[in-house]
């Protein structure tokens, strides 16, 4: 399998392309991105179910996504998000979305994840709530 390489810098032009010509419903589709991008790497951490998050978190490192991570039953918690990017709300959509995946798929029915506290908004890091529906 291969992978392209994005910088933050250039996810952060991208996000403000889609924020001139959509505004904020623009963070929708980077949501759904998410979910697209978190599917495979959902299933490849359900290969050891006993460790998912434990593989869901090197995985999420390995491919850049953040530099630390911890999952608990209702909390995610993210450092050094790709997707940070100053100013007055929350960011990192698609990270949002393959959180949303990987709990989806680990739990086997929906869950909504919400972006609490985001450090593109001063926070030392960002906090998203897993509710299950």
Do not use: N
């Not at 949501?31 to 359900?46: H, N, Q, R, Y």
């Not at 869901?56 to 630390?68: D, N, P, T, Y």
């Amino acid at each position: 399998m291969r992978y392209v390489k994005i910088d933050q810098a250039e996810l952060r032009k991208i996000l403000e392309l889609y924020e001139g010509v959509m505004s904020h419903a623009c963070h929708g589709l980077f949501f759904k991105e998410g979910s697209v991008i978190g599917t495979d790497m959902a299933e490849e951490a359900l290969k050891d179910r006993p460790k998912f998050f434990e593989r869901a978190a090197a995985v999420l490192k390995e491919r850049g996504w953040v530099e630390e991570v911890t999952f608990s039953d209702g909390e995610v918690i993210a450092r050094g998000s790709i997707e940070v990017t100053p100013g007055d709300i929350p960011t990192c959509h698609r990270l949002r979305g393959i959180l949303r995946e990987f709990y989806e798929r680990f739990k086997g029915g929906r869950v909504k994840c919400t972006e609490e506290m985001c450090a593109s908004t001063g926070h030392p890091e960002c906090r998203f709530r897993i509710e299950e529906m």
